[in-house]
Structure formats: structure tokens, C-alpha cells
């Protein structure tokens, strides 16, 4: 069902409109002008009976029947509309917000049960505002703000909360940003939160996000942004100093530890663990280092373990 459905936007006026399998000629809203006029249409949708949304929805649900969910979404679309309303304080475009409900809605019509006593009205109120706080954590901020339960729940609540606290709040303390402790003890009892998740989630709110990088202003010259004054981490004194260690490690040290080994041992070592080939392939096997020495691989294998500790000695002393 989720392909019988789709939500088209018309990027060039701004309309939105129900269109696809589930649309007939009647249901199908026309190309719009603009959001207003979308706003405007779905508004004078006729709403459905009780009765004719439960016989909508029972041949949906047992028949397929793509003209009856069309009928459930559209006499619903200005339910999406109201709602969306109420997520314009994030400063996300309404139509955008609208589409995202809308796809809530067809959503909970999917899902919707005529016989569980409920309207699809109160069923699907939970399904658009999903959506749509999904949209909203998704765009809102380029580093997400809310990822557990509990920060979603401090996400959407806690603005009003700080707006009733204000409204209530003496004239003359009105300015005041940041919440008081007794406020954010009301906060963290009616939302069953910790304060101190409260005091994180209000730091998130108020802190916006910061272009790294501006690049050029609109003049032509460079902007400086917070990226100049970052520390080059490759330049750091210890790194530097770690970076050189690590080299005459690789170099020097390694020279000198191979040196403590008689020629078998370095060979077996040098084949095993520091020749790679053209291809990208390492040296011999065991079992080809075996046949070479006329022994068993498992002797080679010793060897080899013998090798690896007598160098790992003469690593540590050169270190």
C-alpha cells in the first residue's frame, strides 16, 4: 500500500496534492497555486460519518479498496493541517511539515482498525505528529539534539514549558533566559526526567549551530571562522615526538633486532612477516619454509616464536 500512495509536491508553486492509485478523478485535489490555496481546499473537504468512515475502512481492510483509503486520507488532510501548525516555532517551512503528516496519516489509515471503537480521527493524531517529530529532529539542527526517549520528550515539551514559566513570571524578571533551579524541578517531576537532563537538553536549545568554514564572503575575500583557530592535532609536540619513535621503531630498531638473529631465524622472519610481494601477497607458507629446511612446519612455527620474542627484547632495550 505504502507504493498506492504518494504525496507530490510542486516545488515551483509551492502546492501540495494527494495524487497516485488511491486517488480517483474526484479526490484527486487539482494543481494549487500555492500553500494557502492547499490550505484552503483540503479545509472544504467534507468530513465523513461515522458510519461512512467505518464502511471506508472495512473495505479497505478486507477488500483493498484504494478508493476507500483514498476517501479516509482526504476528509483527514485538514487534521495533518491543524496539526502542523502547532510545529511552526522550529522554523521549518509548514508545507514541509504538512508533508510529513500527510504520510503520517496515510500511515495510520494503513494500519487503522474500524472494529477496535475508536475514530480514525484519535487513532491517527499519534501518526502525524510521529512524522513530523521525526522531520523536526532530523532538519532542525545539522547535529542532532534529541536521540533518547527522554530527550525527545524534553525536546517538544520543554519550549512551552519555558513560555508558561515566563508568562507567569514577574514583569520585571521576563528577560530572564535560563531556567531557575524550582523551574527545572517542575520540569524534571511533570516529564519523570532528571534536572540535570533538563539543564543539558536547555543548553542544547539555546546553543545554535556554527559554520566551521564560512569561505569567501560575499566580496570575495576570505572570512576567518572558528576553523582557523583549531589545533593542528599533526603538529602537536608529543605527536611529533610519538610519530618519530614509532619511525626509528620501524627503521633502526627493527635493523638492529633482525640483527640479533642467526640466518635461519631471519629468513623465517623475513619471509613470514616482512616480504610482500608484487601481487600484494605475503612470502612462504610453513609448509614451504618447512620443505626448504627438510623439517616439519611445526618446527618452522617454533622457530618463528623464538625469533619474535628474542626481537621484542631487543626492541624494548632499544626503545
Known amino acids: ?58 473495505r479497505l481492510r478486507d477488500e483493498n479498496d484504494l478508493e476507500a483509503a483514498g476517501r479516509l486520507v482526504m ?10 501548525r502547532q510545529y511552526l516555532g522550529y522554523g521549518l517551512p ?38 513530523i517529530h521525526e522531520f523536526i529532529l ?15 520528550k524534553l525536546f517538544f515539551n520543554l ?21 531557575s533551579d524550582a523551574e527545572v524541578d517542575v520540569v524534571a517531576r511533570d516529564l519523570n526526567v532528571k534536572p540535570e537532563e533538563v539543564r543539558e537538553m536547555e543548553t542544547r536549545l539555546s546553543g545554535g549551530d556554527v559554520v566551521l568554514d564560512p569561505g569567501p564572503s560575499d566580496d570575495g575575500e576570505d572570512s576567518y571562522g572558528p576553523i582557523a583557530w583549531l589545533a593542528d592535532g599533526a603538529h602537536e609536540p608529543t605527536v611529533v615526538l610519538e610519530s618519530a619513535e614509532r619511525d626509528a621503531l620501524a627503521t633502526e630498531g627493527v635493523a638492529r633486532a633482525m640483527g640479533e638473529l642467526d640466518e635461519r631465524s631471519r629468513r623465517i622472519v623475513t619471509e613470514r612477516w616482512l616480504k610482500v610481494n608484487d601481487d600484494g601477497s ?38
Do not use: C
Not at 476528509?75 to 502542523?84: D, E, M, N, T, Y
Not at 611445526?298 to 626503545?319: G, N, S, T
Open 138 to 152: 532530523k532538519n532542525w539542527r545539522m547535529v542532532k539534539v534529541a536521540t533518547t526517549k527522554a530527550q525527545r
Open 94 to 131: 509548514h508545507g514541509d511539515l504538512i508533508q510529513e503528516g500527510n504520510v503520517g496519516l496515510m500511515k495510520a489509515v494503513k494500519r487503522f482498525d474500524p472494529d477496535q471503537g475508536v475514530r480514525l480521527v484519535s487513532y491517527a493524531i499519534h501518526w502525524i505528529k510521529a512524522e
Open 159 to 179: 519550549r512551552s514549558m519555558k513560555q508558561g514559566f515566563r508568562a507567569e513570571a514577574a514583569e520585571g524578571d521576563t528577560h530572564r533566559e535560563g531556567l
Open 75 to 84: 476528509s483527514h488532510l485538514r487534521l495533518v493541517v491543524s496539526i502542523a
Open 1 to 58: 500500500m505504502s507504493h498506492s500512495l504518494a504525496l507530490a509536491a510542486q516545488p515551483a508553486a509551492g502546492a501540495l496534492a494527494v495524487s497516485g492509485a488511491w486517488s480517483s478523478r474526484s479526490l484527486t485535489l487539482p494543481p494549487l497555486g500555492n500553500l494557502d490555496a492547499y490550505i484552503s481546499a483540503v479545509n472544504r473537504m467534507p468530513m465523513l460519518t461515522l458510519e461512512e468512515e467505518q464502511q471506508a475502512a472495512r
Open 282 to 319: 605475503g612470502g612462504m607458507t610453513l609448509h614451504e619454509l618447512a620443505a626448504e629446511y627438510g623439517v616439519s612446519a611445526e618446527r618452522i612455527r617454533q622457530i618463528e616464536v623464538a625469533a619474535m620474542k628474542k626481537m621484542r627484547k631487543a626492541l624494548e632495550a632499544f626503545a
